[in-house]
């Protein structure tokens, strides 16, 4: 598994001389990037008319024949493109890698123009550079990062709430690999993005069969249920995170109708200063209230020893919702953490087919639309008369949540083409094996 960190990294001996070194760096790489983008995708294009000339061809062998007719692989062809330009070549090359990858990886969705082709500007352009020949050293207590021979770094980890200096030690050590990272420059200070490739430990895991059901939820932004039945004690932070929210919706609506007769030459950057700087805390609190939620998930699975998670596919939510905490909340960003903190763990992920989780009652199994409450949808009341629960106010999200738990759970998601082809052939072996019980 690879991670990011991002550490702040200050430069050792004259810090104007190398802060502006960097920034010519900076500029330079963002018209390398966009000249490697433009001659990457036309030799993947140009790869793909070749291979459908030549369909006898594996790809060994389409790669081989490309080659020898163009001089250089496709790969090649993208580094080749960076040559021209004065740039070390530990970061031609580590813009080349990044792209390569990205490019090649993503060409079906460009090819069907489901993507636009990435491009870059010079105020945002990171300095990507390769692992190799980048060493990190600790000398009393101090961790230096030599970029180059004249380029050399001091990190500093501040109060290192993110045990950083932990993580760099055994990178130091070898005990996890150093991928190749970028350096970012944020106004006055600079940034090391090192990447690092571990093994995620596994957790002991006593019942495979058991499952946490997890259902975003008006309630609560998530509502946690096991398969088994038993209780499990809610992340309750709903209130907190909508008032939040809603203070900083009144801030940029004030602010907005405010601007609107502002005045003056100083141009609209100057003027979109603070509704830019709300905008920006309250993308960071809900990237941070997200972080703690899945964290809590996690920490749950490694207390419980529970070994799987099942989550709703939550592909086109907003479609036909009303519910302003639906539409304002990055449920997707929330899903990526708490997948890929499982990921670490050796936690498997499944998705589950959102449809009536709501309107079932995870009892008796029936669906009713009328069991949820019109007025207030965090009440469910079950109204089949055989049912133990008929009668009996529950709340929505954990009814939806035991029902999430207990659900046939893909490891694709449902809705996606391979979770399409995954279902299918999940309902074929279900048709194999009742034919086989019958003979």
Request: with cysteine; proline share 3%.
């Amino acid at each position: 598994m690879i991670k990011t960190r991002k550490i702040e990294i200050i430069p050792v001996g004259d810090k104007k001389e190398i802060t502006q070194t960097l920034k010519n760096w900076s500029e330079l790489s963002c018209q390398v990037a966009n000249e490697v983008v433009r001659k990457t995708v036309f030799n993947i294009l140009r790869f793909e008319d070749f291979r459908k000339e030549n369909p006898e061809l594996n790809l060994e062998q389409a790669n081989k024949m490309y080659k020898e007719k163009y001089g250089l692989s496709v790969r090649a062809l993208s580094y080749d493109a960076t040559k021209k330009y004065e740039l070390p070549s530990i970061i031609r090359g580590g813009i080349s890698n990044l792209l390569y990858k990205t490019l090649n990886t993503e060409k079906n969705n460009i090819l069907k123009n489901k993507i636009s082709i990435p491009s870059f500007t010079k105020d945002k352009m990171p300095i990507f550079f390769l692992s190799a020949n980048t060493p990190i050293e600790k000398k009393d207590d101090i961790v230096f990062f030599k970029l180059m021979k004249n380029v050399v770094f001091k990190l500093n980890f501040g109060r290192d709430r993110s045990n950083n200096m932990s993580i760099i030690d055994k990178i130091i050590s070898g005990e996890y690999k150093f991928c190749d990272s970028s350096i970012t420059l944020v106004k006055n200070k600079i940034f090391l993005n090192i990447s690092f490739e571990f093994e995620s430990q596994k957790i002991v895991v006593e019942n495979p069969e058991l499952f946490l059901g997890i259902d975003l939820g008006i309630n609560r932004p998530i509502t946690m249920a096991r398969s088994d039945g038993q209780y499990v004690r809610q992340i309750d932070l709903g209130n907190c995170m909508l008032e939040a929210r809603f203070q900083f919706q009144n801030r940029r609506k004030s602010l907005s109708k405010g601007l609107r007769f502002a005045k003056g030459g100083h141009g609209r950057n100057e003027k979109m200063k603070k509704l830019d700087n709300i905008r920006n805390k309250e993308h960071n609190f809900i990237e941070t209230m997200n972080h703690k939620i899945s964290k809590n998930v996690i920490d749950y699975c490694k207390e419980q020893k529970i070994g799987r998670i099942k989550m709703e596919d939550i592909t086109g939510i907003t479609k036909d919702k009303n519910e302003y905490f639906f539409k304002s909340w990055p449920y997707y960003q929330l899903q990526t953490m708490i997948k890929y903190k499982a990921d670490e763990c050796g936690i498997v992920v499944e998705y589950v087919d959102p449809k009536n989780t709501s309107k079932k009652c995870h009892c008796c199994g029936e669906i009713n639309e009328d069991s949820r409450d019109k007025i207030d949808v965090s009440k469910y009341t079950c109204l089949n008369l055989k049912c133990d629960l008929f009668g009996k106010t529950q709340d929505a999200d954990i009814n939806a949540a035991k029902n999430i738990s207990v659900s046939e759970g893909f490891t694709e998601k449902p809705k996606s083409k391979k979770g399409r082809i995954e279902t299918w052939k999940k309902k074929q072996k279900n048709i194999e094996e009742s034919l086989t019980e019958l003979v």
